[in-house]
């Protein structure tokens, strides 16, 4: 694996969190990535090529590490003419926000601020979290290190309109997705049911309460921000965890629910 020097970047730990809702103070242009066990910050002058991939010893940041699809070798992040250019240089795509997809061979800017990456399995897709922060401004009235992070506190259209009983339903269904599970799916109702029962007993939770709660997401996202696959004429039969699996997928890709929003199920 490529040395990086160490007066220019530092480790992000497992169970950092999430860099869409915090991310350490940082020079303009620094690089943040997030993988499965950790990430790391490289600076913008570091003259490094940043590994991720499927084989931990090899690669600066793990993605997939219990998906042998993901190459070991994903990809590479390199800082060319004063940008941050992605390079998939493994089998599957990458899929970006907008949706985009970077095949393998391909490559792509990465552009200031938060962006959720996924690489694309058969079996899963592989969050990949990067983050760059704002490029130097001219000094102003709010020079000075908080203006680097302004990108921290942005509004992103892309975010879903969830209300604080979707939210906790939510987070419990895809919690093997948040925990970076192998392989996750949606948890089952009973699942969901039995755990918010005994997280907040007076609530009074079934599963069939739960399951309406996410049905009402479903229709409304799929009626107002024209998600697909969320209705049961929009997949093929037999749905089995399509429909949340889908949800849930739509929820992450637009970082409506994050890794650190697991807090709401800690009694």
């Known amino acids: ?11 992000l730990p497992r169970g950092f969190g999430s860099l869409s809702r915090t991310v350490p103070a940082a020079l303009p242009d620094t690089l943040f990535v997030l993988g499965a066990n950790g990430g ?17 010893p090899e690669v600066h940041v793990c993605v997939g590490p219990t998906d042998a699809l993901v190459s070991r070798r994903q990809g590479l992040i390199v800082r060319e003419s004063a940008r941050w250019v992605l390079h998939n240089t493994g089998r599957l795509p990458i899929l970006f926000p907008g949706p985009r997809l970077v095949p393998g061979g391909d490559q792509a800017h990465l552009p200031t601020g938060y962006s959720p990456l996924f690489v694309v399995s058969s079996r899963h897709q592989h969050l990949l ?60 109702w009973a699942q969901v049911g039995d755990e918010l029962g005994r997280l907040r007993p007076a609530e009074r939770w079934s599963p069939e309460r739960a399951a309406h709660i996410v049905a009402n ?29 889908n949800l849930i997928t739509d929820l992450l890709t637009t970082t409506t629910i994050v890794r650190t929003d697991l807090r709401l199920l800690r009694p």
């Open 40 to 56: 790391m910050r490289v600076a913008p002058d570091a003259n490094v090529r940043l590994l991720f991939g499927l084989n931990e």
């Open 1 to 11: 694996m490529t040395a990086i020097p160490a007066n220019q970047v530092s480790l």
């Open 129 to 188: 979290e990067v983050r760059v922060t704002a490029p130097a401004q001219p000094p102003g009235p709010r020079d000075g290190p908080e203006r680097y992070e302004e990108e921290t506190r942005e509004t992103r259209a892309d975010i879903r309109r969830l209300s604080p009983e979707e939210r906790l339903v939510l987070v419990c269904l895809a919690q093997h997705y948040l925990r970076h599970g192998p392989h996750p799916q949606p948890l089952t």
């Open 217 to 245: 997401v479903r229709r409304r996202l799929s009626g107002e921000n024209g998600v697909p696959g969320l209705l049961e004429d929009e997949v093929p039969q037999p749905v089995g965890n399509a429909l949340n699996h």
